[in-house]
């Protein structure tokens, strides 16, 4: 019997023999391939700096995707020029999200303009007026909290008569005002509320805690893309029974938001969105370049940076988990900007805090824009663009205004 000849596979071993030049041949591009960091983390030791943590652990998967929002956000986004835009959806106001990382990234000026669901904003209420929300249990029986007066956002609870049923009836009081009797957009109805939830706050003895009360007094617009969608819209139906005269027109949201991201590019600068989660919020904020582009006929190339923070896959064809290459092909993302696009599977109420301390020590305060008062002047640029850009006249037959 002839022993078994060894079997001629090639081992990764044999390419040791191989000289220099013929390594080089054979791979053209390895060297490029292989330019990134070593995967060669030091020892945690408990001293570091969060920060720090983050530039130096965070090397693979979703943590480097994580560190790469962080660098995203503060090495690019918040550079002078770029107006930011933040949409927000999943329960993160409940979860506290408002007090700890969204109130100070709009005090620093890292946020400058924003699409919630109305939830968000709703529940951003029972802290400006004191309100407490806790943490308890998802294992709780439910049956057991509706018959102790309690609502469960996962493992968050809240009282219903004495926090839900009890911020309703404040917001009722105020829904009827005088400044509300009117047609308006959500940014004003947002903002109007924002006023009180600012005065609530002062009273209370608390601040910032209330992401309203902290946008209207940096004059951060905040829009809702579903203003039924909400117990802020189930009130405004409420008072409307009782012929309150308030009325929210989202083509007024569609238009300012619009406008916001056109004047962003207009103005020599770049436009920027951060996207919490997917929802109707995100599609609200990325619409407003097909807007421009599909609707007004206005030319233009998409957003300068993406950045999404979600646990919803593409593969459904939802809107929550669709990648930014798939808003390319609408013209949401600009093409030529996809390296600077990055997409993070993991929860808000684990990243935000993390980019929002990232962010917070790693770059100063930025000047507030106060795009809740340009909202004429950037409405009136958008309006002028469109006529400029198609050859129409108002509906009446007349010549549009322009000046
Ligand atoms: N009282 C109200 O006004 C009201 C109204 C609607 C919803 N809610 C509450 O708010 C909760 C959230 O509702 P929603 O309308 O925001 O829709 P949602 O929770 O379905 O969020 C939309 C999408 O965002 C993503 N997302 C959500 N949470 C995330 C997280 N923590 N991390 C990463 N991605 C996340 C998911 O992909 C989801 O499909 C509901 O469970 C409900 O309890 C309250």
């Known amino acids: 019997m002839h022993a078994k000849p060894a079997r001629k596979s090639r081992y990764r071993e044999d390419l040791s023999e191989t000289p220099d030049w013929m390594k080089k041949k054979k791979c053209p ?37 994580l560190n790469e929002s962080c660098q995203l956000f503060t090495g690019k986004m918040l550079e002078a020029d770029v107006t930011v835009g933040m949409s927000l959806s ?52 439910d049956t057991a909290l509706r018959e102790n007066d309690i609502v469960r956002v996962y493992d968050v609870l ?85 012929g309150n005269k308030l009325r929210l027109n989202p083509a007024v949201d569609v238009n300012e938001t619009t406008a916001i991201v056109l004047a962003a590019k207009r103005g020599g600068g770049k436009s920027a969105v951060v996207l919490w989660g997917g929802g109707s919020p995100k599609n609200f904020m990325l619409q407003t370049e097909p807007q421009i582009q599909e609707v007004l006929r206005i030319k233009e190339y998409g957003q300068d940076y993406f950045l999404q923070v979600t646990d919803a896959r593409p593969d459904t064809g939802g809107l929550s988990g669709a990648t930014p290459s798939e808003a390319v092909s609408w013209g949401k993302v600009d093409p030529d900007r996809l390296p600077d696009a990055v997409v993070c599977y993991t929860d808000t109420t684990i990243a935000m805090p993390i980019l929002t301390h990232y962010a917070l020590s790693r770059h100063k305060p930025r000047k507030l824009r106060r795009l809740y008062d340009q909202r004429a002047r950037v409405m009136k640029a958008l309006t002028k663009e469109y006529f400029t850009h198609n050859k129409v006249r108002m509906l009446d037959g007349s010549k549009p205004v322009l000046d």
């Open 29 to 65: 591009h390895r060297d490029q391939y292989m330019s990134g960091q070593r995967i060669l983390p030091k020892n945690i030791c408990g001293k570091e700096k969060l920060a720090d943590l983050v530039d130096a652990t965070f090397l693979a998967y979703n943590g480097a995707r």
């Open 90 to 141: 999943g329960a993160l106001t409940p979860a506290g999200m408002g007090c700890s990382s969204i109130v100070p990234l709009i005090k620093a000026g890292f946020v400058d303009w924003i699409v919630a669901t109305g939830a968000n904003l709703y529940h951003d209420m029972h802290f400006a007026l004191n309100y407490p929300v806790r943490v308890g249990s998802f294992k709780f029986d």
């Open 158 to 242: 809240m009282g219903y008569s004495d926090c839900l049923m009890a911020t309703d009836e404040i917001l009722r009081e105020i829904l009827v005002q005088p400044e509300f009797q009117k047609e308006m957009g959500t940014a004003e109805l947002h903002y109007l509320i924002g006023k009180y939830c600012a005065e609530w706050e002062r009273k209370a003895g608390l601040k910032d805690v209330s992401v309203l009360a902290a946008a209207y007094r940096a004059g951060v617009p905040c829009y809702t893309s579903s203003p039924g969608d909400s117990t802020i819209g189930m009130n405004v139906a409420g008072v409307e029974l009782r």
